[in-house]
């Protein structure tokens, strides 16, 4: 099972420790964790730019891209220019999707209402029909109540 969280997720993930931020990462989950060097770069920029976050992961705002992926054994793939999406109501939140397609992803986990209402649109489920797409957009209370039950 190969997953995508957003910058938004990825961060509470490493920072929260109550529930269901404190079991994104655990590694019994037996799930894959995909990343972008879009989404890769949004989150060091939010590091970057929030003197909370630098004061918490102090290490995150000096330490090369690859580094602080490798403690996650996370491949970060670079997404081709040409898989741009223009579905969601913020423009910013097309990198996601367009992430976790070209990246094979089954699941994209995000708390973005906008993002979570597609998988009842039936415009989107017309798109993911005629391309292919098996990406599920979840919660992530939904994808760690999905991935328990097995």
Not at 2 to 16: M, Q
Not at 56 to 83: C, G, H, K, Q, Y
Not at 113 to 131: P, Q, T
Request: glycine share 4%; net charge negative; with cysteine.
């Amino acid at each position: 099972m190969k997953v995508f969280f957003d910058t938004e997720v990825f961060l509470c993930g490493l920072l929260l420790s109550e529930a269901p931020y404190s079991h994104l990462f655990a590694k019994d989950l037996g799930v894959e964790l995909a990343m972008s060097d879009q989404v890769f770069s949004e989150i060091l920029d939010v590091v970057r730019r929030s003197q909370t976050l630098r004061k918490t992961l102090p290490t995150m705002s000096t330490i090369s891209l690859p580094d602080i992926f490798n403690s996650f054994e996370v491949e970060i793939a670079r997404i081709p220019p040409s898989m741009t999406l223009n579905i969601c109501k913020d423009p910013g939140d097309n990198k996601y999707l367009a992430s976790a397609m070209y990246l094979e992803c089954d699941f994209l986990i995000t708390e973005v209402n906008d993002l979570l209402s597609l998988e009842n649109n039936a415009k989107w489920d017309a798109f993911r029909k005629a391309n292919g797409v098996k990406c599920k957009i979840l919660s992530p209370d939904e994808f760690l109540a999905i991935v328990k039950a097995g």
